[in-house]
Structure formats: C-alpha cells, structure tokens
Antibody, heavy 117, light 111 residues
Framework: VQLVESGGGLVQPGGSLRLSCAASGITVHNYYLIWVRQAPGKGLEWVSVIYGGGGTSSAVSVKGRFTISRDTSKNTLSLQMSSLRVDDTAVYYC????????????WGQGTMVTVSS | IVMTQTPLSSPVTLGQPASISCRSSQSLLDGDGNTFLSWLQQRPGQPPRLLIYKISNRFSGVPDRFSGSGAGTDFTLKISRVEAEDVGIYYCTQATQFPYTFGQGTKLEIK
C-alpha cells in the first residue's frame, strides 16, 4: 500500500491550489482518509477527513476554504484549497486507515505548500 | 479535545528506558467501548509512522520494545531500551472525537 502526494508549490495569499494523493494497493472508496499538515518546525495538525461512506469533516481553521474529495476512477484523494493564507504554509500529508480501526497506518511522504507574496 | 504530552524533550542514554505521557482534556472512551488513542513516531525528515493504536496495540513491524498503556484520559508510551534509530519526535493523537487532535510532540534524543 502506498500513498503519493503531489500538487504542492508556491502560491500567493488569496490564491488556490489543489493537492492530490494517489493511492496504490487500496481503493480510496473503501477507506477513510485524512489530510494532516505540519508547518515548518511545528507539530502535526489534522486538516480534513473523508469516510468510506463519503462523509467529510474539516478543521475549523480551514472550513469553508478547503474541500476534501476523492476520485474513484483515478483512485485519488484530493484537497482543494482556496483563499490561502500565509499560515497555511506547511507540508501536507495524506494518510489512510487501512488495517487499524481509528488510527492511520499508511502515510504519504508529503507535499510542501508555501503561501507567500 | 486537547492532548498534552510530557516531557516535551527527553534525553536518554542508549539502552535505557524512556517514557512519554499523554493526557487528554476529556475521556477518549467512545460509546462503543473503543478508545482511539494512538502513538506516532516521526524521524527527522520523514513522515509520521504509526507505532501503537487503540492505546496498546503495536502496529505491524513495530519492535516489541515499544509499548502503550493507559485508559480514559491518561496514556503512556514506553520504550524499554532506547536504540539510536528511535531518535525523533513522538506524538499521541486521538480519533475518538472531531476534530481529531495531536499532542505537541516529544523530542527523543540520545544523551
């Protein structure tokens, strides 16, 4: 099982970016997946979750700005980010709960998002 | 739910034990009797890695020198004999209630 993130980069404040997380070895439709971020030199912060049934939830700090979704045909998890702020600068990881209930046992390598003018 | 870890830094001699505490601001026991408290390890420059789930279950491939314990609001990660490869930051995290939360992280370093 492998998760590979892409789509990070440099964006200006107020801009948009779409992150992708390509899954292999699992079908994204069947598991619950999350996005977690880590600002430079800081700890981990949960961003959004999508359940096997399709329900979603997001942290207050990103609600209304970030949207988590999945594309079954591409077997990919996505995070659409808009109205980006400087404090959204972070490495963004996707993770999946594959064999453990209530824990995330597969993690991607992360993709860096830098919000700066 | 706020997760509070102590200590934030732990210098340990190789071969000696280490212990990290994690306290949650409310009980992590859900209505079905599950406690979704897990421990992650993040080595320098690496993504997080799952060590322990549901308080005390070691994930596949995790050495048996790692163990987890606790209940309700108080949890502990123990390393029986620290090895050089254990250097990194350890996080407790809860998935019992939204929003999921992490502890601040405990940096384990070799003395």
């Amino acid at each position: 099982v492998q998760l590979v993130e892409s789509g990070g980069g440099l964006v200006q404040p107020g801009g948009s970016l779409r992150l992708s997380c390509a899954a292999s070895g699992i079908t994204v439709h069947n598991y619950y997946l999350i996005w977690v971020r880590q600002a430079p030199g800081k700890g981990l912060e949960w961003v959004s979750v999508i359940y096997g049934g399709g329900g979603t939830s997001s942290a207050v700090s990103v609600k209304g700005r970030f949207t988590i979704s999945r594309d079954t045909s591409k077997n990919t998890l996505s995070l659409q980010m808009s109205s980006l702020r400087v404090d959204d600068t972070a490495v963004y990881y996707c993770a999946a709960s594959v064999t453990t209930l209530g824990a995330f046992d597969v993690w991607g390598q992360g993709t860096m998002v830098t919000v700066s003018s | 739910i706020v997760m509070t870890q102590t200590p934030l830094s732990s210098p340990v001699t190789l071969g000696q034990p280490a212990s990290i505490s994690c306290r949650s601001s409310q009980s992590l026991l859900d209505g079905d009797g599950n406690t979704f408290l897990s421990w992650l390890q993040q080595r320098p420059g690496q993504p997080p890695r799952l060590l322990i789930y549901k308080i005390s279950n070691r994930f596949s491939g995790v050495p048996d020198r790692f163990s987890g314990s606790g209940a309700g609001t108080d949890f502990t990660l123990k390393i029986s004999r620290v090895e050089a490869e254990d250097v990194g930051i350890y996080y407790c995290t809860q998935a019992t209630q939204f929003p999921y939360t992490f502890g601040q992280g405990t940096k384990l370093e070799i003395k």
